[in-house]
């Protein structure tokens, strides 16, 4: 009686699933995006050939070579991670995941102070080999915006494919072995393809983020570069043409579903469920010398490229350099200047409260995009007819304009009670809209995995639905749950575009801070800046630790239960 | 089962802001992120005319420009104000505000009027011109530019490697970029400044998107110790250094070069919003924008210069910033009509 009863009715809940994020997504994200685009379509405006296809084609060719050396980068990273223990791996973890939510002003900092005519590295080697000019020119090249992309978003590489790996049955690998296969040869046709998903996800995710990119393109790849987001926002905000920033919104929208769907044709093959391990079984300390030198050089290379901007921009915001005798010394005086409002400013904002406002829309981004996550993960396995339209529904918001978007919500907005005045949440309900694909795209192939055995016979065993929820599924992902809470939280906390757009002038976050900062010459305001975007990322590393080590003790209770 | 999660989910969304405060009438002003006021000054604004002034900032100019172009009608807004006289003839054009002859404009010079049925009110001024690092043409016994062809000579484009000792900003990003060029086109005319920009280019300019990359990245003037010695920024620029020094300084390290036409003058604009429905304190805080009080908090709070000639300067402005005897000028409804196209040219000429 029972066993029959429970599925139909998990059945109905399941089916009603989907109204949730697809009304969300109706009313933040259609709505407003297609009253702006209708508005852009019929303003005036002159439209040229050229000013599309020559964006167009530099997006494409760049994104796509920022995701393979993000790939590159972050593949054997991630390997490293999951499989292997070793001397200050957590710290390195969560530094990783810093370079995330630093605005791209800051992130340029960080860059000038290494690698920019007067940084250290050129500082170094014109005193090393004696050289009249520095031998690196990095700012405004090519170059500058793939290492920036890699910065950004390695640590999405490592957390989602990561977060795979450590699922991972170690057994599958072991009979590879057992029956005979290298170790190349297992992870080739064993490993690779069982990680496909993960790698694609991650892959898709790093893409459509270099293809809508934006800051690091204009402040750190310079003038000669435009993607078509760098083209709307020029078209929009200083020609003030609107009709083809219209146009331009268009194609890249048009362009998300494109590199949707090919994602979905890609990821077509269903996905193999495994009897998931709860606790990194497969983790070891590294044993041959090989090992041991390839975890140093990938430790290395991860320090190098994603840490020493970071330590660059804490060290620039401690360093005072006397005018007269162009000396430097230690200094907290930024710090303790931030406590400030000398000058009786209206708009003054003391850091800690541009640090709970940040919180406070992170927290309610993490709410809602985790919540919302949840039930559109359950409806996309459950109903596998809903994949076809809400599938790359979700994914839209991360390849729309953020400028258009932003416009969109002013239009659609601007009375109460739902205004940017009076109604405060819609700037986590705008973060929420980029981290929801995030969050669906963590979850969703892990609940997938789940084999639905493994329900099954808790539930004719006598568990309530709940109770196969929290004990069974619950477990299972986790790990999983936890990508997505670190992802939605660490977006929310730096994001600029969307914040500046619709924050209350009296409630900046810090992201909006810094730029208050950086738009003002002085040595104070600069230094101040660097002081607030260092407490952003202590803000942040002190909020991931936390997560992280709530997951860590998470996992360890339930296997202990087991 | 639908109906219900979307009643809850529509409940929840309105339960969140059901509250508008009841109390005194608000004033709302529509702005820009420079926008900067003491707070004695709210305060003072707020208890004269029994009122809550609330700020709607926006981003940039064009940013906030688009804003009010895009919400006309709403009355989200009361005022605007933020408009300078390069997106002049665009916010006209649009239709966006309602003319108010208000008095004080007795008091501001004429050059500051640029709207003659008082829709868009002159409020603050500010010069982009040239700054340049003290220290590096003291240290490298180099003469100051006197003028745009001075930029030409040889000596300023030798600095680190093939690059000159100029940076400037990407017009079609950067305000004080723009207003660089358009002083430019003030000076050469139509038909000359593309072969100045090209000499310029030839002569090692280094240009980059945005202010901040410029002064912060570039610039070797400022606390980012750049490459540059000259880069374009405004001409209350070596004030506010000395005013934000890290440690008390008794001179600017930068000052501005100042030579005839080498400067553009970016004026600012106030208006009352279309379809405002308080439109006498709107008056009276335009009024309040144009009066002494307001005028003499802006250079310290926004760094710009006040149209009204009553208003006192602060010590540091008279100490530390040249001004320039004469700066570009181009009539607004000629840049409202060019500015595509000229942005497009430079950028074919400059960057390709």
Known sequence: MQSIGKPRKKFEIGRALWVLPAAFLLFFFLVPLGNILLVMATRSGVVSANAILQPLWFTIWQAALSMLLTLALGLPAAFIFARYNFAGKGALRLLTTLPFILPTVVVA??????????GLVNGWLMQAFNLQNPPIAFMNTLGAILVAHVFYNTSVVIRVVGSALVQFDPRIEEAGKVLGGSPWRVFREVTLPLLRPSILVAALMVFLFDFTSFGVILLLGGPRFATLE??????????????????????????????????????????????????????????????????????????????????????KSVLQTDAATQTSSLTLAFYRELFINRNDAFFYVPPAKAALNSLFYAAVTVLISVGLGLTASYALVRQRGLKRWLDPLIMLPLGTSAVTLGLGFLVTFNKPPLDVSSFPLLIPLAHSLVALPFVVRTIQPALASIPASLGESAASLGASPWRVWREVELPIIRRALMVGVIFSFTLS????????????????????????????????????AMAMATLLMLVCALAIGLLDRLQVEGSGSVNSDL | ????????????????????????????????????????????????????????????????????????????????????????????????????????LEQIPAEFKLDNQNRALPVDYGDVCINYDKAYFASHDLALPQS??????????QGSGNEGLLVVENPAVSSPGLAFLLATIAQYGEEGYLDYWQALKDN???????????????????????????????????AVEVVYAATPI??????????????????????????????????????????????????????????NPDAVLPEVYVKYNQVPETTGSLDAQLIADKRDVWIQAWTDTVLR
Not at chain 1, 494 to 506: Q, V
Not at chain 2, 255 to 278: H, P, Y
Not at chain 2, 280 to 291: E, I, Y
């Open chain 2, 204 to 238: 090692g300019l280094v240009v980059v998107n945005d202010w901040s990359t410029a002064y912060y990245t570039n610039f070797s003037g400022s606390s980012g110790k750049g490459a540059q010695p000259m880069a374009v920024s405004y001409a209350s620029s070596p």
């Open chain 1, 109 to 118: 900092a960080g860059f000038t102070a290494l690698l920019g005519p007067r």
């Open chain 1, 230 to 315: 760098v083209s709307i926002y020029t078209q929009t905000l200083s020609m003030l043409n609107l009709r083809m920033a219209g146009l331009l919104s268009f194609i890249q929208l048009a362009c998300t579903i494109g590199i949707t769907i090919l994602y979905t044709r890609l990821n077509g093959k269903r996905s193999v469920p495994l009897m998931p391990r709860l606790r990194g079984e497969t983790v070891r300390t590294p044993k041959s010398i090989f090992e041991k030198t390839a975890i140093g050089l990938m430790v290395a290379v991860l320090i190098v490229l994603l840490v020493s901007p970071l330590a660059a921009l804490a060290l």
């Open chain 2, 148 to 157: 745009l062809d001075d930029l030409l000579k040889p000596e300023y484009g």
């Open chain 2, 250 to 307: 008794t001179d600017a390290p930068t000052a501005s070069l100042v030579g005839d036409g080498m400067c553009f003058r970016q004026i600012e604009f106030v208006g009352i919003l279309k379809g405002t429905q308080n439109e006498k304190l709107a008056q009276s805080f335009v009024d309040f924008m144009l009066g002494k009080d307001f005028q003499e908090d802006m250079p310290l709070q926004m760094f710009v210069y006040p149209v």
């Open chain 1, 493 to 528: 906390l730096g994001e600029f575009g969307a914040t500046s757009f619709l924050a209350r002038p009296d409630t900046p976050t810090l992201p909006v801070a810094i730029y208050r900062f950086l738009s003002q010459p002085g040595a104070m305001n600069y230094g101040q």
């Open chain 2, 1 to 104: 089962m639908k109906k219900i999660i979307f009643v809850l989910l529509i409940g929840a969304l309105l339960a969140g802001c059901a509250t508008k405060p009841v109390g005194p009438l608000t004033l709302t002003v529509m702005t820009h992120d420079s926008f900067a006021i003491s707070e004695s000054l709210v305060t003072q604004f707020e208890t004269e005319n029994n009122v809550k002034l609330v700020f709607l900032k926006s981003g940039d100019t064009g940013s906030a420009l688009n804003r009010a172009i895009l919400t006309k009608g709403s009355s989200e807004a009361d005022v605007f104000y933020g408009v300078d006289n390069t997106f002049l003839s665009r916010a006209l054009e649009e239709d966006l505000f309602v003319s108010y002859a208000s008095p004080l």
